[in-house]
C-alpha cells in the first residue's frame, strides 16, 4: 500500500513557499532524475529519512529500511521539478494512489502561483 509522504509534502512545500529552488522545466525527468551514483552517493552522508524527504510515497509494504521504499519522486535530491511532479501526478492517477495524485497537483499549483509573482 502507498501512503502519502507527509514529511516529504511538508518538505516541497516549505520549498515553495520560500521560493527556493525550483526547476520549471517540462517534460525532461528522465533526463535530469539522480542516477543510481547519485543515490548512492547521496545516501552514505544523508539519513534515509532526509532521502524519504524527496518522495511524496512511502511503500508500507517495502522493506521499512529500504531506500526503494519511497515512491513518487519530487526532486533531484537537490531541487524540486516540476516535470517529476507532473509525472508523480500522472503515475499517481493511473496507480490510482490518489492522495498523492493530489498532492502532487497541488504542489504544481503552488509552483504555478509562485512563478506569477
Known amino acids: 500500500?502507498?501512503?502519502?509522504?507527509?514529511?516529504?509534502?511538508?518538505?516541497?512545500?516549505?520549498?515553495?513557499?520560500?521560493?527556493?529552488?525550483?526547476?520549471?522545466?517540462?517534460?525532461?525527468?528522465?533526463?535530469?532524475?539522480?542516477?543510481?551514483?547519485?543515490?548512492?552517493?547521496?545516501?552514505?552522508?544523508?539519513?534515509?529519512?532526509?532521502?524519504?524527504?524527496?518522495?511524496?510515497?512511502?511503500?508500507?509494504?517495502?522493506?521499512?529500511k529500504a531506500y526503494k521504499k519511497f515512491v513518487y519522486p519530487f526532486g533531484d535530491l537537490k531541487v524540486i521539478h516540476r516535470s517529476a511532479l507532473i509525472l508523480a501526478e500522472q503515475d499517481a492517477k493511473r496507480d490510482e494512489d490518489n492522495e498523492i495524485a493530489d498532492a502532487a497537483a497541488k504542489l504544481l499549483t503552488m509552483i504555478k502561483q509562485h512563478k506569477r509573482k
Open 1 to 64: 500500500m502507498i501512503k502519502l509522504n507527509l514529511a516529504a509534502y511538508d518538505h516541497a512545500e516549505r520549498l515553495i513557499k520560500n521560493g527556493l529552488e525550483i526547476e520549471y522545466d517540462t517534460d525532461n525527468w528522465f533526463e535530469v532524475r539522480p542516477t543510481n551514483n547519485e543515490i548512492v552517493n547521496y545516501l552514505d552522508t544523508h539519513a534515509l529519512e532526509e532521502f524519504g524527504s524527496w518522495f511524496l510515497g512511502i511503500d508500507t509494504d517495502a522493506d521499512p
